[in-house]
């Protein structure tokens, strides 16, 4: 399932300030979203989809926001663009972020995506359409198939 936003979504949104008080990314989860979504943390699903406008995360520079996304099953977030610490922070968590203008004027919240990261492509596969997107650099690649760059280190010194 597609979970689909308009612009400026900020973090306030994304994890309300009221359970900052915990860094643990489960509990965190049930409360992802729910300042603008009420039925997210009880329907969200392992592999779903976040879509949205412009600016997404913007305000605060909480690594609880992405933590929370992340902990609820969500396999990318898909987004017009990101504010640059929102970014940053779900690359090191290991949250997958695309950034594509076309994916959300047509997108609906049935329809099954598939992302090939070495190709750069999301395709709808519902609607038959493909969308390209820039795609990372091998290392972050695997900075985020690792899970995060704690996880990304951990490995890289065990070997």
């Known amino acids: ?13 994304i994890i309300p300030a009221r359970y900052l008080n915990t860094k643990d990314s489960f509990e965190l989860a049930k409360h992802c979203m729910e300042d603008i979504d009420k039925n997210f943390a009880n329907e969200v699903k392992n592999g779903d989809f976040i879509i949205a406008g412009e600016n997404f995360g913007c305000g605060s520079s909480r690594e609880h926001a992405p933590l929370a996304i992340k902990a609820s099953g969500i396999k990318a977030v ?5 504010a640059r610490i929102f970014y940053r922070n779900a690359i090191n968590i290991g949250l997958l972020i695309i950034e594509n203008n076309e994916i959300q004027k047509d997108i609906s919240r049935e329809d099954v995506l598939e992302i090939d990261l070495n190709l750069g492509k999301i395709y709808n596969k519902t ?7 820039a795609p990372y650099p091998e290392e972050i690649q695997k900075l985020i198939q690792a899970g995060g760059l704690v996880e990304y280190t951990k490995n890289k010194f065990k070997n």
């Not at 898909?78 to 990101?82: G, L, R």
């Open 1 to 13: 399932m597609n979970w689909i936003y308009q612009d400026n979504v900020d973090t306030d949104v």
């Open 78 to 82: 898909i987004a017009k663009s990101f």
């Open 127 to 133: 609607k038959n359409k493909e969308y390209s997107f």
